[in-house]
């Protein structure tokens, strides 16, 4: 028995897709679904106050970025 963990999307059809590896086609298979909506508020959000408490925080010395140098030229696009 083999598992797949995926974040996919259910549209409006309720239909849910799942794409198997190669190999998996033509054969007959026991599939088990155990689904868990994702919290699209805690999915893409920063933690409350992440960016006060880490703003200015760096105690080191000043950071200083470094000369990047000269890009090298490339072949034109056809």
Same mark, same amino acid.
């Given at each position: @028995?083999?598992?797949?963990?995926?974040?996919?999307?259910?549209?409006?059809?309720?239909? %849910?897709?799942?794409?198997?590896?190669?190999? @998996?086609?033509?054969?007959? %298979?026991?599939?088990?679904?155990?689904?868990?909506?994702?919290?699209?508020?805690?999915?893409?959000?920063?933690?409350?106050?992440?960016?006060?408490?880490?703003?200015?925080?760096?105690?080191?010395?000043?950071?200083?970025?470094?000369?990047?140098?000269?890009?090298?030229?490339?072949?034109? %696009?056809?």
């Amino acid at each position: @028995m083999q598992s797949i963990k995926l974040q996919t999307y259910v549209g409006n059809d309720g239909l %849910l897709q799942l794409k198997l590896p190669v190999g @998996m086609s033509n054969q007959d %298979l026991e599939v088990i679904v155990i689904y868990q909506p994702i919290n699209p508020i805690l999915k893409r959000a920063w933690s409350p106050g992440f960016f006060e408490s880490t703003f200015g925080a760096w105690q080191g010395e000043p950071l200083v970025r470094e000369s990047q140098g000269e890009l090298p030229e490339r072949e034109p %696009l056809l």
